[in-house]
């Protein structure tokens, strides 16, 4: 994380490799420091830079600002319809800009307008350019990531007091999903259910937070078995991670997170086909989700108690799989009838969700990369959230509003139930017609849960993008930022 400081100066005088000005169309709009102003009107009145949202133009060595080597000019777009998270986008793109020309140390002007509160602003300018801050090349043969060394944001006198304040908190989401990222875009062959657990120990002992793993002999004993079945092809054996953050104070309340840590999914015996099957490594994202959210609640001392639970398998095809036509005695006693090994991830969570439901927290939350039809639904960019607290579903896509991340309420259609009705067993693993696949798995996970207050949240369409605004190509690191934004409060 590079050094940030906000401060009430204009920026004129600032000394570095670039400094990044949003401005808003309209050129009699902005209220811009008088030399930067000079060179940004210069440049509209060129007619061909209209700042457009997101249009950027570089100019090198720019009249009048004494030492710095670059300015980019980046369109905030009308000012009457700029919000937090255009602002948070436009410096997050002029910043990935500055990334890959190598540029180390940023200055940022935070915008200036009447209709923004400024600490909001100069937050939403911080983090823009911190998310933006991403380079993963851990498996380059030099790994030489491209990252920030200082990022210096000029308010031209606004106050800074309360942004500043703010900065731990930013921080620590920024955190979180750099971590989710990293862990996301690690390939299967080094992240497996050991190693992931391995580095769930590291970090939990670096943020002080309880934590115990479960092994395959602990899991047999805790009767784990839908989990065990779906990693029973593997040669990596499953484990389940539970880590715990208490405040110091007395809690306000307590949340459990559940995570689906499907190490690699190649679907089993009922395999998937070739055709994209590398994203799979993705299919642990629920549960990078809760190791990073963990971490980040004890970097900025959430006042609530946080269980995690972490359920880490591979899904593969061998002589030991589980098979279609299987039948599995769950952790809670009911039997689950396989139809379809691919459909594993309400296995391990049915497991988990049982196992969560006896903590005797107020909200149990669970994250997984769970249907291809969440994709088909809602696309890349957008988390499907599912509940059975209407209260806390809308808290939580109020956060995502607020930290720019999409998600989108799906219903649980109680109707739907029926077609998981299985002729052998209680329940079926799916429903073998393709319509409504993310509610109907849902409900599946919804027969698992014995808790009041339940959220489930499907990110198989969200955890990884294109490059676009302040993302880079690969895992998005979702999910943290807007969960801490609710945890935080
Ligand atoms: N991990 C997949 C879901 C997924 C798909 C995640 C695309 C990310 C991107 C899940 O385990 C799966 O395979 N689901 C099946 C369920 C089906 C067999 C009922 C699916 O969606 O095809
Ligand atoms: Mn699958
Ligand atoms: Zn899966």
Same mark, same amino acid.
């Given at each position: ?254 949340? $459990? #997170? ?12 009922? &395999?998937?086909? !070739? =055709? *994209? /099957? ?59 009838? $396989? #139809? ?12 988990? &969700?049982?196992? !969560? =439901? *006896? /903590? ?130």
């Amino acid at each position: 994380m590079p050094n940030v400081d906000i401060s009430s100066q204009s920026g004129k005088d600032f000394s570095g490799d670039v400094l990044i000005v949003p401005v808003f169309s309209g050129r009699e709009r902005h209220r811009l420091p008088l030399a930067i102003s000079k060179v940004a009107r210069q440049v509209m009145d060129e007619s061909d830079f209209k700042a457009d949202y997101l249009e950027l133009v570089p100019l090198h060595h720019p009249n009048g600002v004494k030492d710095c080597r670059w300015m980019l000019l980046v369109g905030l777009g009308e000012e009457e319809k700029v919000t937090h998270n255009k602002i948070r986008k436009a410096v997050g793109t002029a910043a990935r800009h500055s990334l890959k020309k190598g540029w180390k140390k940023i200055g940022v002007i935070s915008p200036s307008t009447s209709l923004l509160d400024h600490d909001e602003a100069q937050a939403a300018v911080v983090e823009g350019a911190l998310l933006a801050d991403y380079d993963f090349t851990a498996f380059k043969g030099k790994p030489e990531p491209k990252r920030f060394e200082t990022l210096e944001v000029f308010t031209n006198g606004d106050d800074t007091r309360k942004a500043r304040r703010r900065l731990p908190q930013i921080e620590a989401g920024v955190a979180a999903c750099h971590r989710v990222r990293d862990l996301g875009n690690t390939p299967a062959g080094d992240l497996y259910p050991e190693s992931f657990a391995e580095i769930a120990q590291k970090l939990a002992k670096q943020h002080k937070l309880g934590c115990e793993v479960m092994g395959p002999e602990d899991l047999q004993k805790g009767g784990f078995n839908a989990l065990l079945a779906v990693g029973q092809g593997s040669a990596r054996t499953p484990r389940v991670v539970k880590l715990e953050y208490k405040p110091k104070e007395k809690a306000k309340k307590h949340v $459990v #997170l559940v995570g689906k840590g499907v190490c690699f999914d190649s679907g089993g015996l009922s &395999l998937k086909d !070739a =055709s *994209g /099957m590398e994203t799979m490594k993705g299919d642990m994202i629920g549960a990078a989700i809760v190791l990073a959210t963990l971490a980040a609640c004890a970097e900025a001392q959430a006042p609530v108690q946080v269980t995690g639970i972490m359920g880490l398998v591979e899904n593969m095809p061998s002589g030991t799989s589980y098979k279609p036509g299987d039948v599995l005695k769950s952790r809670s006693g009911k039997t689950i009838e $396989v #139809l379809n090994t691919d459909a594993e991830g309400r296995l391990v969570l049915a497991d988990l &969700l049982d196992y !969560a =439901s *006896g /903590m005797g927290a107020d909200h149990v939350l669970d994250f997984a990369t769970l249907t291809g039809a969440c994709v088909v639904a809602l696309g890349d960019g957008v988390s499907a959230v599912f509940g059975t607290d209407q209260k806390l579903v809308e808290r939580l896509l109020d956060a995502g509003s607020t930290t720019g991340e999409h998600l989108w309420q799906l219903p649980l259609v109680e109707e739907y139930r029926d077609s998981l009705k299985s002729q052998v067993a209680d329940i079926k693993n799916i429903t073998g017609h393709r319509w409504g696949g993310s509610i109907t798995a849902a409900l599946f996970l919804k027969d698992f849960i014995k808790h009041e207050s339940w959220i489930h949240v499907d990110l198989a369409g969200s955890w990884s993008s294109a490059e676009r605004d302040y993302r880079p190509h690969g895992a998005t690191g979702e999910g943290p930022r807007w969960l801490l934004d609710w945890l935080l409060a």
